[in-house]
């Protein structure tokens, strides 16, 4: 299977499971859970899961899968791990459990520490991005198969992708003021990095506990679509290299030309 079809049969079954989310989300028949990390999980993660590992299962057998909501993997058998599937079967609990419809399905296939194939899959909107490596990066909605990018700058004006539960001061403290800045609020992780990816803000900061899943998938977009994912320091995020699953805080980059050296404190 190429890396084109194998990129579809992905979508495919993002979408499945995004279906399902809409089905439990509309009818408004969930549970929700607490787990260690004191953060949300529903049924609607759950059953998201189960579609999607199964199917992967089927489609590529011979590859693992690591995801938010399976049990742990021991230490010693996710290092061995070179290529896998790292899931997030439900990027925006909080969102979905709150009634926001900013939530997604998010896929990403890791060979070597990075992404080399992505997609996310936004049930309400019914909007799909997706991307693979050196293959570029696309959005698919009512409009059709949209091939997109990051957007290049060309003054000091700045647009900041945030979160609807972070507060706007604790972004605004991490950056520099020799730039104007506008906030546009998004929930899921993945959406705002999605939206990065097609030009509709220049970066999007976040400052708290996250897992490899929430990034994996829009990793890859943004790398095609011309931005990157990067720690603190400006280093680009690596998969499977740290004894946890944890993110240390990054930023999603849009333009790569900009000076993030200054912008970023």
Not at 44 to 63: G, V
Not at 82 to 110: N, R
Not at 154 to 164: D, E, F, G, M, P
Not at 177 to 185: D, G, H, I, P
């Amino acid at each position: 299977m190429s890396v084109s079809e194998l990129t579809l049969a992905v979508e495919k079954l993002a979408r499945e499971a995004g279906a399902e989310i809409r089905r439990i989300y509309t009818q408004g028949e969930f549970t929700t859970y607490t787990k260690n990390d004191q953060s949300p999980v529903t049924s609607a993660d759950y059953a998201a899961n189960d579609i999607i590992c199964a199917a992967l299962a089927l489609l590529t057998p011979d590859i693992p899968i690591v995801s938010e909501e399976s049990d742990e993997i021991p230490l010693e058998l996710r290092h061995s791990y070179q290529k896998y599937w790292l899931i997030d079967p439900l990027d925006g609990t909080q969102e979905f459990v709150a009634g926001s419809d900013d939530f997604a399905v998010a896929i990403a296939l890791i060979d070597n520490h990075q992404p080399v194939l992505g997609v996310i899959y936004a049930p309400i909107h019914d909007r799909c991005y997706l991307a693979s490596q050196g293959n570029g990066a696309y959005r698919r909605d009512d409009d059709g198969l949209t091939k997109i990018s990051v957007k290049t700058k060309q003054n000091k004006h700045i647009t900041i992708a945030v979160s609807l539960r972070q507060a706007k001061e604790t972004i605004l403290s991490r950056v520099s003021n020799e730039f104007e800045y506008q906030l546009v609020a998004m929930g899921s992780a993945t959406l705002k990095a999605c939206l990065v990816a097609q030009g509709g803000a220049d970066f999007y900061m976040r400052i708290g506990p996250t897992g490899e899943w929430d990034t994996g998938a829009a990793h890859c977009i943004l790398q095609e679509a011309g931005g990157n994912i990067i720690d603190m320091s400006l280093n680009t995020l690596t998969y499977n290299k740290r004894d946890t699953l944890s993110n240390p805080n990054f930023v999603v980059c849009g333009d790569l030309k900009l000076p993030w050296y200054k912008i970023i404190k």
